[in-house]
């Protein structure tokens, strides 16, 4: 890993090491992908103060997150069929943040189930919750996760509708692979990807698989879900899974300021400003565009953790400076993954600690609750 030095290098690297298939469904997004393009390109166009003679000799990267501490403001978002990266991916994701010092949510469409996970980590972890129509298996998920000490939920509540992915689609992705005479040729290229796979706990979704209907369906992915998932949710299930969920919960997929304004009501602590990573709903505004007006509404109730587009250090300076309090990242730690296991996702959290202490001498700041937009050129 040492000519590894930024997360395009992981994400060359996950390019040559993982089947086409997954490598897209990781890197791709929604449609025409305007949204995912506009996350990138809106980071990118804000533009820092460089501050010079400060003593920046103290500089930290530590805080905390929903009153816990972190040693920096950064999250592993939840990334379904990490197992499909590298085998036990979310087990290696996981042991990777808790070593470093920081959350991994683990998603609902996992490979390694809830307990998987909890029998190979030594620290709590949050759950991503997606709702489907049977409510009862609902519940019982939501009591694997306390029973399992998860300490956080993230309600994700952007996805009861799919965007569809026109590479997944012509690239037929299914879990767990379907052979064809061009994906044998793609896995024979690719042997460290198929025995790390092989020898995983598993190679279908670990939480959901046996307990949902229709799971004939199950390799379809897209068919799938639409099927599952519940589109009447509304607000009235969110109080239901506050009732269900006794510890912090995070709602996750949020743009608009009503809906954040509605989110504050739910006694939920946190909300996520996220666009799903231009994987949902193409030609929504880029998480960054809409971050500032959301801290405006309810900056003051409720935590504000922002996804969508960070690949650096200095991408998380951005979102910090226009009120996020910690940032999450999907595809830039799952490139890791795909890299290198547990070592490539480790690799990705450090270089972006690393770029965050650099950027923040450079800017003249010491302590994360001091970056804010006083350090934006404008
Ligand atoms: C391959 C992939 C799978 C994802 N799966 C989930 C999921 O299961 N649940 C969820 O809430 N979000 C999911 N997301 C969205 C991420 O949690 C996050 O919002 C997004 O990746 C942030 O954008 P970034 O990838 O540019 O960092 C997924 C994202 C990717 C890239
Ligand atoms: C299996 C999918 C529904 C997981 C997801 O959220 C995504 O691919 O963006």
Not at 9 to 20: C, E, G, I, N, Y
Request: one cysteine or more.
């Amino acid at each position: 890993m040492k000519h590894i030095t930024c997360i395009d290098d992981l994400r060359a690297l996950h390019k040559r090491r993982v089947p086409k298939a997954f490598f897209d469904y990781c890197d791709r997004g929604s449609y025409a992908e305007e949204t995912l393009r506009a996350n990138r390109e809106d980071l990118q166009a804000i533009k820092f103060r460089q501050r010079i003679l400060v003593d920046v000799s103290r500089r930290d990267t530590s805080t905390t997150i929903l009153g816990e501490p972190s040693t920096m403001p950064l999250i592993l978002a939840p990334v379904g069929l990490l197992g499909m990266q590298h085998g036990d991916g979310e087990i290696h994701a996981c042991r990777a943040a808790q070593a470093a010092g920081i959350p991994f949510t683990q998603s609902t469409m996992s490979i390694c189930s809830i307990e998987d996970i909890a029998a190979n980590v030594e620290k709590p972890f949050w759950f991503q919750l997606y709702v489907m129509k049977d409510r009862g298996f609902i519940k019982d998920l939501i009591q694997r996760a306390i029973a399992a000490k998860c300490s956080a939920l993230v309600l994700t509540v952007d996805l009861q509708v799919i965007g569809q992915r026109h590479a997944d689609i012509k690239n037929g992705m299914t879990v767990p692979p379907e052979w064809s005479l061009s994906k044998l040729l793609d896995f024979a290229s690719k042997p460290a990807w198929v025995s790390g796979v092989l020898r995983g706990k598993r190679r279908t979704f670990g939480n959901i698989a046996g307990h949902v209907k229709n799971t004939e369906d199950l390799n379809r992915l897209a068919e799938w879900t639409a099927s599952q998932f519940d589109t009447s949710l509304n607000w009235k299930d969110v109080e239901w899974v506050r009732s269900i969920w006794p510890g912090k919960l995070i709602i996750k997929g949020i743009l608009d300021v009503e809906d954040a304004e509605e989110a504050a009501k739910t006694g939920a602590q946190a909300l996520v400003v996220s666009n799903h990573g231009g994987r949902q709903l193409d030609g929504a505004p880029s998480s960054i565009e809409v971050l500032p007006e959301i801290v405006d509404a309810v900056g003051s109730k409720m935590e504000i953790m922002f996804d969508g587009g960070i690949r650096s250090g200095q991408d998380v300076m951005r979102a910090l400076a226009l009120g996020a309090k910690s940032c999450m990242i999907g595809r830039a730690y799952a490139y890791g993954l795909g890299a290198g296991g547990q070592a490539g996702v480790a690799k990705a959290i450090d270089i972006i600690q690393k770029e965050l202490l650099t950027t923040m001498g450079l800017c003249g700041v010491n302590k994360v609750d001091e970056i804010d937009d006083h350090i934006i050129a404008v």
